[in-house]
């Protein structure tokens, strides 16, 4: 598979760093993060960023020669196909290579909810790399993951939706997350794992082989929604390189 990104594709896992805006984009490609995930985290899990600095951003990105991989979030929306399509296609238009979906657990469970989004969804997967996000906390269906793959979609991966409840491991245990991987792999899919991780599950969740860990809280000194830390962003960088024991 061709993965279109930075991310080693095997070894350790690459460093998606949520940023909240254009400095802290510069902080993140100096830091040498694998994608640089465009995200308001003062908005919500997946907090969108405004048109203008999205397209500001893709111009930086493209001035900086499209080495590193770039990823928007397009809001925290419901399971509804046509508010899906409309954001994700507001977050394409910019230019921004990757965009990132959530797939919320609907109010009256799984269901058949899934299927018309993906449907709607599709022909856009064929423009731009869709990547779709599971909630941990929301007990996804993971037997929906060659789905999103015959959907067109890029990619997958898993979050937390509240960040007050605990991160990625309080959630799903590394059984499950092992699964998640391999499964999405196997469908050929770009695979991400995140959720208020810190340095110390970086070790455990490496093992698991995922293309990528993802981070936002532990990149800042004062929560997710202060600002990011050049140092903290380094010493992740370093242990997802493996040189420091958390
Ligand atoms: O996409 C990754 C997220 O931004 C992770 O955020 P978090 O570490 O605050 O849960």
């Not at 896992?13 to 490609?29: F, H």
């Not at 507001?90 to 921004?96: F, H, P, S």
């Not at 018309?116 to 941990?136: G, K, N, Q, S, Y």
């Not at 007990?139 to 990625?168: C, I, N, Q, S, Y």
Request: aromatic content about 4%.
């Amino acid at each position: 598979m061709t993965l279109h990104v930075s991310v080693p594709a095997a070894a350790r896992p690459g460093l998606l760093a949520s940023v909240a805006d254009l400095a802290e984009m510069e902080v993140a490609l100096g830091a040498g993060a694998d994608i640089v995930d465009l995200k308001n985290p003062a908005e919500g899990a997946l907090g969108a960023w405004g048109e203008a600095p999205l397209r500001a951003a893709v111009a930086r990105w493209r001035a900086a020669g499209c080495v590193t991989g770039l990823s928007a979030t397009v809001g925290d929306q419901p399971l509804d196909a046509a508010i899906l399509l409309a954001a994700a296609r507001r977050t394409a238009a910019t230019g921004v290579p990757l965009v990132k979906i959530g797939f919320p657990l609907p109010a009256e469970g799984p269901g058949a909810a899934l299927a018309p989004v993906l449907d709607a969804l599709a022909p856009l997967a064929r423009e731009t790399r869709l990547i779709a996000v599971l909630f941990a906390d929301q007990r996804p269906d993971l037997a929906a993951l060659p789905h999103f793959a015959a959907a067109g979609f890029h990619g997958v991966m898993l979050d937390t939706a509240d960040k007050t409840a605990g991160g990625l491991l309080a959630h799903l245990g590394v059984e499950r997350l092992a699964g998640f991987v391999a499964e999405a792999k196997a469908a050929g899919l770009l695979t991400g794992l995140a959720g208020s991780l810190k340095l110390e599950d970086i070790a455990p969740l490496a093992a698991l082989k995922p293309h990528y860990l993802g981070f936002r809280g532990a990149l800042c000194a004062t929560g997710r929604t202060s600002a990011l830390d050049p140092v903290r962003l380094a010493r992740v960088r370093e242990a997802l390189k493996g040189r420091v024991t958390a």
